[in-house]
């Protein structure tokens, strides 16, 4: 099993950075693929970003594609969202996830990851 704990979120203003990371239990971190998704109040749970279990490959959601980056660091366990040029529109509780064994279509798809984090709040004001 995987358990994930979030954190670098905060209140912000529109144009400001902020680094999210998401800090991982478990030997086996480095054979999970990992995504970040957010949801803000009374909207659906959406994917923001994932990347492979190698970092060999990265995916981003059409809203935060040129904005954020998403990178991992195998040896920590860890892994990051750069959040650059934040828009009120990214305000949201954001949550990393871990799932294994699925493929790239797979990686937006929140109900096919097993294990997720408490989540930790963004917020962007304008």
């Known amino acids: 099993q995987v358990q994930l704990v979030e954190s670098g979120g905060g209140s912000v203003q529109t144009g400001d950075s902020l680094r999210l990371s998401c800090a991982a239990s478990g030997r086996t971190f480095s054979s999970y693929a990992m995504g970040w998704f957010r949801q803000a109040p009374g909207k659906e749970r959406e994917f923001v970003a994932a990347i492979t279990w190698s970092a060999g490959g990265q995916y981003y959601a059409d809203s935060v594609k040129g904005r954020f980056t998403i990178s991992r660091d195998n040896a920590k366990n860890t892994v990051f969202l750069q959040m650059n040029s934040l828009k009120p529109e990214d305000t949201a509780l954001y949550y990393c996830?871990?799932?294994?064994?699925?493929?790239?279509?797979?990686?937006?798809?929140?109900?096919?990851?097993?294990?997720w984090g408490q989540g930790t709040q963004v917020t962007v004001s304008s």
């Open positions: 996830a871990a799932t294994q064994g699925i493929g790239i279509r797979g990686l937006r798809d929140h109900q096919r990851y097993a294990y």
